[in-house]
């Protein structure tokens, strides 16, 4: 399941996606569809409960996309391009479990992107964020103009992409683009660390959590508050309610079956 360009790898419940295409772990149109596929295929794994992306190397996470496949001025290229950036950071998003990002270095344009497509973001002191694609004549088109005004705020946003303000990781952290600093070289440990806890909750309850949480991005409270209702009841049909409840009981650990 592995591309070139992205290395996949498991280790208990836990998928570690690393972006691997040197200098800068630039995105391609083949690694932008393997991590479609990946993605998809994680979700058929039952017992993949979260997934944590980084970057390889010390410098990047990941710099976007290689500017050398837009210079041409091919409407068609950008059209594919825009699609397959679209379709890999919307799956990840929809990722039935907990997705994590260490970013361990720049995260630039659609660098950033797949980083707002997670769910919860662990930066590296040194690491920078920006979305500059407007000085280079081009928008975000990977989600990054909706999910950045949805963390930080539209005024945040409108100064990042507007504005093309890069921010260090302490005013990432100050403003909400990422959930926690950590020091250089840590940032995998400490998002795997994170990734791990999720195996202590419901497989089947975490999903339903990230769908509802999701959900307030684009619904009405008044029409999510009655599905929440819903399917806290709907629960009561999985083996995972009864075991989860009777695991704290009885004061041991679950063995979830997720269903």
């Not at 083949?30 to 994680?42: C, G, Q, S």
């Not at 980083?115 to 930066?123: M, N, S, T, V």
């Amino acid at each position: 399941m592995s591309n070139p360009s992205i290395e996949l790898t498991i280790e208990g419940h836990v998928a570690i996606l690393t972006m691997s295409n040197p200098p800068a772990n630039t995105w391609t149109k083949d690694t932008l569809i393997a991590l479609k596929n990946m993605v998809n295929e994680l979700n058929d794994n039952k017992n993949v409960y979260s997934l944590v992306i980084t970057g390889e190397g010390e410098k990047f996470f990941s710099a976007g996309a290689d500017l050398n496949v837009f210079a041409g001025g091919d409407k068609g290229v950008a059209a594919t391009m825009s699609q397959v950036f679209g379709d890999a950071f919307e799956a990840l998003t929809a990722f039935r479990g907990v997705s994590i990002a260490a970013i361990n270095g720049y995260a630039m344009g659609g660098g950033l992107e797949v980083a707002l497509a997670c769910d919860i973001r662990i930066a590296e002191e040194q690491a920078q964020m920006a979305l500059p694609e407007a000085k280079v004549g081009l928008l975000p088109c990977a989600g990054g103009t909706q999910n950045l005004a949805w963390l930080v705020g539209e005024g945040w946003a409108k100064r990042m992409i507007l504005c093309g303000e890069r921010l260090k990781a302490d005013k990432a952290l100050q403003i909400g683009l990422v959930e926690e600093v950590v020091p250089q070289g840590e940032s995998l440990a400490v998002a795997l660390k994170l990734a791990t806890q999720v195996a202590d909750q419901s497989p089947v309850a975490v999903s339903a959590c990230k769908t509802l949480i999701q959900k307030g991005r684009t619904q009405p409270m008044a029409h999510v508050l009655p599905l929440e209702r819903e399917l806290f009841v709907g629960l009561f049909d999985t083996q995972d309610q009864q075991e989860g409840v009777n695991a704290f009981l009885e004061k041991r650990k679950a063995n979830w079956v997720n269903g």
